[in-house]
């Protein structure tokens, strides 16, 4: 039985050696072919018309992030404030920029928990301001949008922010490059006194 241990062992032990580079990089491979484009469709949703709609939201863009506001508003954008303007632009820019930042991997940790944020942030408004269901975990059921769903979006980003990049990203290439690397201080040759 020893022999089965120890295959074990080392079965386990090669299983570790790999499991970083390819959990990192299939959590960012799988977050591109599942969520890239769901995110940015979502974005360009909230962007207004022609080019001042890169500054100029759509009405819908305040309706999705402020759905209780605007109800009580009429959904008359201009009874809103600078506060929701920004909060709306920020929102809409992370939602375009973080995603992206995610599946180079560049500054992958920051990203993933920016959106970790962010997910977290949609999921109660989904709940709190548009009434949706959040489901419950532990139900016979998968597919319950916000606990079930959102919970392994969160896990795989999750990975992401503990692990970082992996092999295959523009955070390895940035920590490999020597030329952007700093400078480590001169050294002092031995023997030498400070004054």
């Known amino acids: 039985m020893t022999w089965l241990a120890d295959l074990y062992d080392r079965a386990c032990t090669a299983l570790d050696a790999v499991s970083g580079p390819v959990l990192t990089t299939l959590a960012r491979f ?8 769901y995110f940015w469709n979502s974005a360009l949703t909230k962007l207004g018309d022609g080019i001042s709609g890169l500054w100029t939201p759509a009405l ?5 992030i402020f759905p209780r506001q605007m109800e009580a508003v009429g959904y008359d954008v201009s009874q809103l404030g600078l506060w929701h303007w920004a909060v709306v632009m920020a929102g809409t820019y992370a939602e375009i920029l973080l995603p992206l930042m995610v599946v180079i991997g560049l500054f992958t940790r920051f990203a993933a928990l920016g959106m970790i944020g962010f997910v977290t942030v949609q999921s109660l408004t989904d709940i709190v301001g548009h009434g949706a269901a959040a489901g419950s975990w532990f139900d016979r059921l998968p597919d ?7 919970a392994l979006w969160l896990f795989l980003l999750l990975l992401l922010a503990l ?5 295959l990203s523009v955070d ?4 490999s490059a020597p030329s952007l690397r700093p400078a480590s201080p001169p050294q002092r040759p031995e023997g030498h006194r400070s004054a």
Not at 60 to 64: L, N, P, T
Not at 163 to 167: A, I, K, L, M, V
Not at 172 to 175: L, N, Q, Y
């Open 60 to 64: 819908g863009a305040y309706a999705q």
């Open 144 to 150: 319950g949008v916000i606990l079930d769903q959102r």
């Open 30 to 37: 799988l977050f591109a072919a599942t969520l890239l484009l």
């Open 163 to 167: 692990r970082g990049g992996g092999p």
């Open 172 to 175: 390895r290439w940035i920590r």
